[in-house]
């Protein structure tokens, strides 16, 4: 089979899933119950985690931010694809974000990444200048119109690359404390072993970055594999408690895990948001 | 030998150590304050006397302006992602050019250091501790000095270098006023008071800067001579003591 990336491959899953979506989940064509064709609940305003974004009027903001996170080979993007389609089909308007996706920074980005020129400091700044061009330029526009924002990662991934690196967790916490509060933040939990086939399926090794090789922990990928993945896993544990992640079982399948997205992103959209969301 | 003391210290950004052999000497101030030719003139003196002494300057970098260009042409960049642009470029010559030689024992000047992103950021209305936090993985200087100059003396010297004032330099992006001169003006007077905060709450040496400049750098070189006892010079270093 010919390597595809995650994209390609997800935008593929999304068409070919989302007749078996309806029919697994039974429901009807059309986007389905009548309660999903009324707007979402009335909500104004967005808050940042603790830094003011010069220039920028959250309160005005109407529109829905929902993070998507987990580590690689989670899911995300294929879960993203697929939450896209369904909200799409109810009737919103979804602006779809990443890392590394914005029209400043990302050409640079990547010719640093292949270069491995960067310190470990340097690089989580760089990242945050990513992140901020999309908060600004793409994110909050998007808000303003009223659109649902699906971030396909968030600060949280950046964070915790950050940490593993060497950064304290209060730098990188306070570096990206200009970040809007999302809605609700979905974790994709994954196990190791899992994580290490769909690495195996996806790029036919296990992958350098996401070994964490830069690290320099171990000079055996394998072992350096579940090390890294490890030292993220410790990193995610706390950010899901403080910043009240929604965690859902990502080792089954597709539809499986898609099911539970859904219906707890139904649950934001009907207004029975928990405090602990925000 | 490296120092066992010589580890990184985790609270701050990830590279700060604890300790460190050498001396940090920073020069803040405005644009055509002078601080660039007393940097100069301090480095002749420290190599002359044989210290082993090093250079940096805070200019933007290739990487960065290019950024700032596009980013300007297509009018992308906000206080926010400028003040991270700008924190990326110093943490780059900061793993390379500044703390690699203090581990190593050197003296360090560095004309523009952290402040200048302080005065800048804030003075473009980003949150003065969340800029704080960005430069918290750098060291403090072992001295800090602040050309203070008034706004107008050093836009003549501008002038006189005949190089043009550019666009962010004139903080046109704040819309202060449309004409670049009067603009620029303006934003160096925000510039200026930030400074001049920083100079109490930092302990900056302060030198007022319109004097000759051979009496300034009597000022520089008598304000170093403490930091230089017992440190040692060029020969102890290469040849052991």
């Not at chain 1, 994954?190 to 970055?209: A, K, N, Q, V």
């Not at chain 2, 900061?94 to 581990?103: G, K, M, T």
């Not at chain 2, 300034?216 to 006892?229: D, H, T, W, Y």
Request: glycine share 8%; net charge positive; charged share 25%.
């Amino acid at each position: 089979m010919a390597l595809r990336g995650p994209r390609e491959l997800a935008a593929s899953a999304a068409g070919s899933l989302q007749k078996g979506v309806q029919r697994a989940l039974r429901i009807p064509r059309g986007g389905g119950r009548a309660r999903s064709t009324r707007p979402p609940t009335e909500k104004l305003g967005f808050s940042t985690y603790g830094t003011r974004l010069p220039g920028a009027n959250l309160e005005s903001l109407r529109g829905h931010l929902i993070v998507i996170e987990g580590p690689d080979g989670s899911g995300r993007t294929t879960e993203c694809a697929l939450l896209k389609e369904h909200l799409e089909v109810q009737g919103h308007a979804v602006l779809e974000t990443g890392l590394r996706r914005s029209n400043l920074v990302s050409e640079q980005i990547d010719q640093a990444k292949q270069g491995h020129v960067l310190g470990a400091t340097t690089m989580a700044l760089f990242y945050a200048v990513d992140f901020a061009d999309q908060l600004e330029n793409k994110i909050v526009p998007a808000l303003s119109a009223g659109s649902i924002v699906l971030a396909d990662r968030y600060i949280f991934t950046l964070m915790a690359r950050a940490i593993v690196r060497g950064a304290s967790r209060q730098w990188a916490q306070k570096l990206h404390a200009f970040a809007l509060r999302p809605d609700m933040t979905i974790f994709l939990e994954t196990r190791p072993e899992i994580l290490m086939h769909r690495s195996f399926g996806r790029y036919g090794s296990l992958d350098y970055w996401e070994s964490g090789m830069d690290l320099g922990i171990s000079r055996d990928r394998f072992e350096s594999f579940f090390r890294y993945q490890a030292l993220l896993k410790t990193e995610f544990d706390w950010m899901a408690r403080s910043y009240g992640f929604v965690k859902i079982n990502a080792n089954r399948s597709p539809l499986e895990v898609h099911r539970d997205v859904r219906a707890s992103v139904q649950g934001l959209l009907d207004g029975n948001r928990l405090e602990s969301f925000r | 030998m490296p120092d066992p003391r010589d580890r990184l210290d985790r609270s701050a950004g990830g590279s700060r150590p604890v300790s460190y052999p050498g001396r940090l000497i920073v020069f803040e101030g405005l644009d055509g304050s002078g601080k660039s030719t007393q940097a100069h003139l301090l480095l002749k003196w420290l190599t002359a006397r044989g210290y082993r002494a090093f250079f940096t300057e805070w200019n933007s970098s290739e990487l960065v302006s290019e950024i700032i260009r596009r980013g300007k042409k297509k009018n992308l960049l906000t206080p926010s992602t400028f003040s991270l642009l700008h924190a990326t470029d110093f943490a780059d010559r900061y793993e390379r050019h500044i703390l690699p030689p203090l581990r190593a024992g050197y003296i360090v000047i560095c004309d523009r250091y952290i402040y200048t992103a302080y005065a800048r950021d804030v003075a473009r209305g980003c949150d003065p501790e969340w800029v704080r936090n960005l430069y918290a993985f750098a060291v403090p200087p072992d001295k800090t000095f602040y050309f203070r100059v008034p706004v107008e003396t050093a836009h003549r010297r501008k002038e006189a270098s005949r190089l043009k004032i550019k666009y962010y330099e004139a903080g046109m992006d704040m819309h202060l006023s449309d004409d670049v001169t009067e603009s620029y003006l303006r934003f160096q007077g925000l510039l200026k008071r930030q400074y001049d905060q920083l100079a109490r709450s930092e302990g900056y040496h302060v030198i007022e800067a319109e004097q000759q400049i051979e009496h300034l750098q009597r000022e520089v070189r008598s304000a170093i001579r403490p930091l230089l006892g017992g440190f040692p010079k060029e020969e102890v270093l290469m040849h052991g003591a």
